[in-house]
């Protein structure tokens, strides 16, 4: 990967960027894939800043599919909307890029001509959901639950299927929101508590934004829940051991 200027030792070709050679295992990059995946090194260790887009772009101009669905994440998470979108459209295989599309319409973007739209918005968070994306499916999931999206079931069984979809991706939030709609709109304490428990146990729920809140409130409705299974099971026995004729002879 990068050396810097004038210490290649192997005294091979480089592609030089800004001061610092760029090498493959010390020989010059020449195939779109090599000069991908120093763009994607770049990325990833947030070094050599330029040097991503620099090295992407090569590859891309190829026609590089992995450059250009990266070129495309970089242009959305960055704000540049206008350019990621053809980037977006081009790679919507990519369960990520139709998510990123998908958002584009739900909210609209005037930066990049497309006008707001949920059933565009709904045509590509399916298309996301289908290829695997959780976010996506957190996203049919709330808009199932407001209704905006046709429906042959109740709204909570639409949005249960997804948030569970995505649970099973180990999605924190959505073991969450699932837990939620079992509590709130089933009353079904126990599959609540499963999800609940999940959350809790998922290495990945402290890096998620909303991971305290969602510790804190998953660590309480399960103290909550214990606390009422262990109520019932008390009742329950003193069913048993004192049925009600036998009570009735010692009531005061």
């Known amino acids: 990967m990068p050396s810097e200027a004038g210490q290649d030792a192997k005294g091979s070709?480089?592609?030089?960027?800004q001061g610092t050679n760029f090498t493959v295992d010390g020989h010059e990059p020449t195939s779109a894939e090599e000069y991908y995946q120093i763009g994607l090194h770049c990325w990833n260790s947030a070094q050599h800043h330029g040097a991503d887009v620099f090295f992407l772009e090569a590859a891309a101009s190829t026609g590089h599919s992995a450059a250009i669905e990266l070129l495309g994440h970089i242009d959305y998470v960055q704000g540049r909307y206008a350019s990621a979108v053809p980037r977006l459209r081009h790679s919507s295989a990519s369960p990520r890029a139709?998510?990123?599309l998908a958002s584009l319409y739900h909210q609209g973007c005037p930066q990049a001509g497309i006008v707001q739209s949920l059933d565009e918005a709904a045509r590509w968070y399916h298309a996301?959901?289908?290829l695997g994306e959780p976010e996506a499916m957190l996203a049919l999931g709330d808009l199932y639950l407001e209704r905006l999206l046709p429906l042959n079931r109740a709204p909570a069984e639409h949005a249960l299927e997804q948030f569970l979809a995505a649970a099973a991706r180990s999605h924190p939030y959505a073991q969450y929101r699932a837990a939620e709609?079992?509590?709130?709109?089933?009353?079904?304490?126990?599959?609540?508590?499963v999800m609940y428990q999940s959350c809790v146990d998922n290495p990945r729920t402290g890096r998620h934004a909303l991971g305290s809140m969602?510790?804190?409130?998953?660590?309480?409705?399960?103290?909550?829940i214990s606390a009422v299974r262990t109520a019932r099971l008390q009742q329950q026995r003193r069913d048993t051991v004192n049925p009600a004729q036998r009570r009735d002879n010692f009531n005061l």
């Open 128 to 130: 996301s959901a289908e």
């Open 214 to 224: 969602m510790m804190l409130e998953s660590q309480a409705h399960l103290r909550e």
């Open 13 to 17: 070709d480089v592609v030089q960027w």
């Open 181 to 193: 709609v079992y509590r709130t709109l089933y009353q079904d304490s126990e599959r609540a508590a």
């Open 98 to 100: 139709a998510y990123y």
